[in-house]
């Protein structure tokens, strides 16, 4: 009677091999998936803070010497950008705001910005310490002087 019932209704339930054998493979499938979608974090964060320094806030600096005939100093910082600076040189020409905001880097800091540049003493260094927030320079900095 039992082999019948068990015939009529189907099994209840999964053996205990039967659900290690899924355990396995979703931890084979994970351990090939995950490591792919994690270096995709940190090379997306790495291509957007290039989009920043290489393209979005040089624009905006770009169009600032435009109109003033110079860059902001290190002083006036990229707020310069956002409101009009009172220190000298004051622009006399200044046409903003030239962002909508200052952005921050992917890594939550902001950008560091320096005019005149020790790397670039004929317009600006604008960078990013990258991951590790080091003060001296590391492979993982994106800059706009390489």
Sequence with gaps: M???????????GFSLIEILLVV????????MVVPRLLGRSDQARITAAKAD???NIPTALKL????NGF?????????????????????????GPYLEKIPMDPW??????????TQRPHDYDLFSKGKNDRAEKTDDDIVNWE
Excluded: H, M
């Design 2 to 12: 039992k082999v019948r019932r068990a015939l009529v209704y189907g099994r209840k």
């Design 24 to 31: 396995i493979i979703i931890g084979t499938l994970s351990a």
């Design 53 to 55: 320094i290489e393209v």
């Design 64 to 67: 600032y010497e435009l109109d």
């Design 71 to 95: 860059f902001p100093t290190t002083e006036q910082g990229l707020n310069a950008l956002l409101k009009k600076p009172t220190s000298s040189p004051e622009p006399q020409n200044w046409n």
């Design 108 to 117: 939550g800091r902001p950008y560091q910005y320096r005019s005149p540049g």
